[in-house]
């Protein structure tokens, strides 16, 4: 039996020695004399991460400490280095040039207990080449073409809602109000549902909406899955509700059968989801898709769908409230493209509203709503112009907000202005200086539908309705900290007139 005094030795010899062993760990980047930012015990530079700053602002931070010789710098995510890209010479290699040394996200899925984590953008080497193959058709401008009615349709009700709305309230949330209608969009497009999110702010898909970025996950379940994932999926750790699952798994099950039994075809994503689906449901390969990777698609489209353009709208509206003049010129350019299409919003003439698209340019600048990419080294990478090499297995991060806020890139960058995307002024500036959605073989595959949705919106308000600063909207808005989305906190208050 062991004496109290040899036992309180080895005690203090084994955390001496897991504190030693910590500690190496975070020596990574100094002994490869890459710059990196001075890592705290255990956590790295994460401690902050959703208790007092939001992902995109600590990124952005890093960035601006890092930025300078090296085209990277390094970072500590608990015990995981991570490098952060610092040069856009070198984001251009990742995202294009050097492509296939970084194809993977290095997000984390589990397929087993985790069935809809392992979605199109999660999913890494062939499986997620072969996925995004099959799946690229849905977003061609003639499939856009076919959706665009619905889009309409879904504006005109958010239209309607809003007039009734601002007959007796006078300051109105409209974050909430945008991601109803994207809802509605999104569950008509994906999966041939009446949402009726507008009329009902309690319809289930909008509940489950809410319930994928209200529910927390955890500071112990972040570390498991972003320091040591083959123990998170042994240990059976889930990135998503399970009632979330449930749900989507329920709704995918239903519309299958019930087109399969009528012989439906709407000529939506579910359509071209069950074109690859394979009658032998718990298999996959050979080019065909099992039920649950089926189920999987179905969920990215509509989280990425609904939340990331309610809140590219959200932001929008927020800035136009806050620049006046911004806000008179995109509403007369409305009114002109619509006069000289005899009052119509047809495909050709969204498509035409480019001063629009400017101003969502601008507000994706400001607010990208995905504010960091991620990507993962498949082999050794010499880095051009460095002396440095990114090792297999290194994770990257791209921070989109600290590139996007960057004065040598976008000059005075707290500045809400359109005019930074006349054909002239983006002809000054490097190509891989505005990525919202990404760049290369894994930009974002909805892009069109995202931008068509969120130009539809702002157009039906911008037409209708004049926006100003509520009593009860903060100025500045802040983020909310816990949302990896960049989202504001408490929602958007805006005064809202009828014109």
Known sequence: MMEPLDAIITVVMIGLAAYLYLNRLHSYWADRDVPYVSPDF?????RTLGRTEQFAVMLQRFYNELKGSNPFGGIYMFMKPVAIVT?????????????????????????????????MFNLAGNRWKELRHKLSPTFTSGKMKMMFPTIVAAGKQLNEFLEEMVEHEKEI?????????????????????????????????????????STPSGRVKR???????????????????SQVTNFFAGVTRE???????????????????????????????EGLLSF??????????????????????????????????????????????????????TYESVLSMKYLDQILNEALRKYPPVPVHFRVTSKDYQVPNSKSTLEAGTRIFIP?????????????????????????EE?????????????????????????????????????????????????????????FILAPKGGLWLRVEKI
């Open 42 to 46: 255990f956590y790295g530079n994460s």
């Open 87 to 119: 040069d856009l010479e070198l984001l251009k290699c990742i995202f294009v040039k050097d492509f296939e040394n970084f194809h993977d996200r290095g997000t984390y899925f589990n397929e087993k207990h985790d069935p809809l984590s392992a979605n």
């Open 173 to 213: 949330e409209m974050k909430d109000l945008f991601a109803r209608y994207t809802t509605d969009v999104i569950g008509t497009c994906a999966f041939g549902i009446e949402c009726n999110s507008l009329k009902d702010p309690n319809a289930s898909f909008r509940v489950m909406g809410r319930r994928i970025f």
């Open 223 to 241: 570390f498991l899955m972003s320091s040591v994932p083959k123990i998170a999926k042994v240990l059976g750790v889930k990135g998503i509700d």
């Open 255 to 285: 519309t299958i059968d019930y087109r399969l039994k009528n012989n439906v075809k709407r000529n939506d994503f579910m359509d071209l989801l069950m074109q690859l689906r394979n009658p032998d449901e718990e298999k996959s390969g």
């Open 292 to 345: 649950n990777e089926i189920a999987a698609q179905a969920f990215i489209f509509f989280l990425a769908g609904f939340e990331t353009s309610s809140t590219l709208l959200t932001w929008t509206l927020y800035e136009l409230a806050l620049n006046q003049d911004v806000q008179e010129k995109g509403r007369q350019h409305v009114v002109s493209v619509l006069a000289n299409n005899k009052g119509e919003m």
């Open 400 to 424: 989109v907000y600290g590139i996007h806020h960057d004065p040598d890139v976008f000059p005075e960058p707290e500045k809400f202005d359109p005019e930074r995307y006349t054909p002239e």
């Open 427 to 483: 002809a000054k500036r490097h190509p891989y200086a505005w990525t919202p959605f990404g760049e290369g073989p894994r930009i974002c595959v909805g892009l069109r539908f995202g931008m068509m949705q969120a130009r539809i919106g702002l157009a039906y308000m911008l037409k209708n309705f004049k926006f100003s600063i509520g009593e009860k909207c903060e100025v500045p808005l802040q983020f909310d900290v816990k949302s």
